[in-house]
């Protein structure tokens, strides 16, 4: 079945980098993007920005323009999100979700298929 | 960016109820609204996309409506399973945005 297998939790100190990975199965990986999107504890749910695996093109929200990189492996299906000099802010469930599109327009689209989430917690 | 305000923010029903929430965004998203549900510890899941188009699976008793800034998700008979946290997205711009969520708690 069609599904996203995210990296176990982690724990990092204030300015140090996580990277959460997110495998893809089920579907041809380079056929769909990938968004990222993160939720504080108890909070709501925050776009982080969006990957083309076939292409590597991105697209980052500009308030973390500057500190996420979001990276594939094609031969592993596989989409990376690397973010960096982290802050106790930053501490949150990381989602990745496929992008679906149902039209012809790039507006056209949904998160149809999520990771079940990566806690990250950071704190010294 | 455009903002998405959910109402209400929580909300109190009992099983057999029709619910509805709202969703208003901050300038005109023509009908690029989706609606997803997600129960504590869990990935949201999508339930309508399109502002009225019903997710493969997803139970008829769910609807949406509505097109530009207000758009409404309604569920016709409150069933034990929904009682979890509707959220709103628009995918008309960039940044993606979400609304902040409406909780739906048991009467």
């Known amino acids: 079945q069609v599904q996203l297998v995210q990296s176990g939790a982690e724990v990092k100190k204030p300015g140090a980098s996580v990277k959460v990975s997110c495998k893809a199965s089920?579907?041809?990986?380079?056929?769909?993007?990938i968004n990222w999107v993160r939720q504080a504890t108890g909070q709501g749910l925050e776009w982080m920005g969006w990957?083309?695996?076939?292409?590597?093109?991105?697209g980052y929200a500009q308030k973390f323009q500057g500190r996420v990189t979001m990276t594939r492996n094609t031969s592993i299906s596989t989409a990376y999100m690397e973010l960096s000099s982290l802050r106790s802010e930053d501490t949150a469930v990381y989602y990745c979700?496929?992008?679906?599109?149902?039209?012809?327009?790039?507006?056209?689209?949904?998160?149809?298929?999520w990771g079940k989430g990566t806690t990250v917690t950071v704190s010294s | 960016d455009i903002q998405m305000t959910q109402s209400p923010s929580s909300l109190s029903a009992s099983v057999g109820d029709r619910v509805t929430i709202t969703c208003r965004a901050s300038?005109?998203?023509?009908?690029?609204l989706n609606w997803y549900q997600q129960k504590p510890g869990k990935a949201p899941k999508l339930l309508i996309y399109?502002?009225?188009s019903l997710q493969s699976g997803v139970p008829s008793r769910f609807s949406g409506s509505g097109s530009g800034t207000d758009f409404t998700l309604t569920i016709s008979s409150l069933q034990p399973e929904d009682f979890a946290t509707y959220y709103c997205q628009q995918s008309y711009s960039t940044p993606r945005s979400f609304g902040q969520g409406t909780k739906l708690e048991i009467k």
């Open positions: 089920g579907y041809t990986f380079t056929s769909y993007d």
């Open positions: 979700a496929r992008r679906r599109q149902y039209g012809y327009s790039s507006s056209s689209e949904v998160m149809d298929v």
């Open positions: 990957m083309n695996p076939n292409s590597g093109n991105t």
């Open positions: 300038q005109s998203i023509s009908s690029y």
């Open positions: 399109a502002a009225s």
